[in-house]
């Protein structure tokens, strides 16, 4: 299994960014897949998940302002960011719906994860 993120970055409040997540190793469409996203010191947050029939569903602060897609022949997941805050600041990590909400925790095997800095 392979996660690699991108698309971080720093940005302004009230900015845009477009995260990305390529996927490996597994059957990436028949999954539910969902971002969380990390600050130091602070438990895992998931943030959005989208699944295998492209429903999705957000965390309230999220709503709005993150779009969650999917491009199941590229085995890659994505997530919109608008309208920014610094309370958005964090290392954001993609994998797999149920190993987020399920384990609450970063796992070894997934990626490194891609930083998102809101800042003036």
Do not use: H
């Not at 989208?50 to 602060?61: C, H, W």
């Not at 149920?98 to 994860?113: D, M, S, V």
Request: one cysteine or more; hydrophobic letters at 35%; a positive charge.
């Amino acid at each position: 299994v392979q996660l690699v993120e991108s698309g971080g970055g720093l940005v302004q409040p009230g900015g845009s960014l477009r995260l990305s997540c390529v996927t490996s190793g597994f059957a990436f469409s028949t999954y539910g897949m969902a971002w969380a996203r990390q600050v130091p010191g602070k438990r895992l947050e998931w943030v959005a998940t989208i699944n295998p029939d492209d429903s999705t569903v957000y965390q309230e602060s999220v709503k709005g302002r993150f779009t969650i897609s999917r491009d199941n022949a590229r085995s890659t997941m994505f997530l919109q960011m608008n309208s920014l805050k610094p309370e958005d600041t964090a290392v954001y990590y993609c994998a797999p719906d149920f190993e987020i909400r399920i384990t609450g925790k970063r796992q070894p095997w997934w990626g490194q994860g891609t930083q998102v800095i809101v800042s003036s």
